[in-house]
T-cell receptor
Framework: QKEVEQNSGPLSVPEGAIASLNCTYS??????FFWYRQYSGKSPELIMS????GDKEDGRFTAQLNKASQYVSLLIRDSQPSDSATYLC????????????FGTGTQLKVEL | SAVISQKPSRDICQRGTSLTIQCQVD?????MFWYRQQPGQSLTLIAT?????????ESGFVIDKFPISRPNLTFSTLTVSNMSPEDSSIYLC????????????FGPGTRLTVL
């Protein structure tokens, strides 16, 4: 099993809809979970961090973490064309070298 | 967060040559990292660069190919040595901001094309 898995997409949603992005991770000592947004030709930008089970909301973004199911998701409400980007899930693992491991990313397209 | 700059932003190099990429951050940080992102791929960690010690390389990356310097808490360099077209990629540095949450922030990247 890959350490961090995401559906590559593209995920297409109409403008104003809720976009739901999902990520699963392997059963290792994981500490922190992150969502990065990457526009084409740009570097990743940290948009959400979550560390404990449950939901964390920041503006139109909600991150959800379920450690029992090894599952983290990102919801984007009222999706805008400017949200079109690749979203990278990252997990910070401790043990065997503390480091951030990235998924392959999900491409989101918000259509007018 | 932190303000991170990289030089050069892009370069086109000939096979067999070397390129040194610089990463500068506006505050002192302990942990700096170098990643590679090949076209259409996700990020792969090359090495962790800690000030005052040797860089720690990930599996598949060696010091002879990717020497790293970390002379102080705000600066690091990555050299891509004896380049081949397979080294064409985006190279990114990142820093971990001291906190309980291990958040990392990325520089703008260096787009390298090897002919």
């Amino acid at each position: 099993q890959k350490e961090v898995e995401q559906n590559s997409g593209p995920l297409s949603v109409p403008e104003g809809a809720i976009a739901s992005l999902n990520c699963t991770y392997s059963d290792r000592v994981s500490q922190s979970f992150f969502w990065y947004r990457q526009y084409s030709g740009k570097s990743p930008e940290l948009i959400m961090s979550i560390y404990s089970n449950g939901d964390k909301e920041d503006g139109r973004f909600t991150a959800q973490l379920n450690k029992a199911s090894q599952y983290v998701s990102l919801l984007i409400r009222d999706s805008q064309p400017s949200d079109s980007a690749t979203y990278l899930c990252a997990v910070y693992y401790t043990g065997g070298g503390n480091k951030l491991t990235f998924g392959t990313g999900t491409q989101l397209k918000v259509e007018l | 967060s932190a303000v991170i700059s990289q030089k050069p932003s892009r370069d086109i190099c000939q096979r067999g040559t070397s390129l040194t990429i610089q990463c500068q951050v506006d505050s002192q940080v302990t942990m700096m990292f170098w990643y590679r992102q090949q076209p259409g791929q996700s990020l792969t960690l090359i090495a962790t660069a800690n000030q005052g010690s040797e860089a720690t390389y990930e599996s598949g990356f060696v010091i002879d190919k990717f020497p790293i310097s970390r002379p102080n808490l705000t600066f690091s360099t990555l050299t891509v040595s004896n380049m081949s077209p397979e080294d064409s990629s985006i190279y990114l540095c990142s820093v971990e901001i001291p906190s309980a949450y291990n958040e990392q922030f990325f520089g703008p990247g260096t787009r390298l094309t090897v002919l």
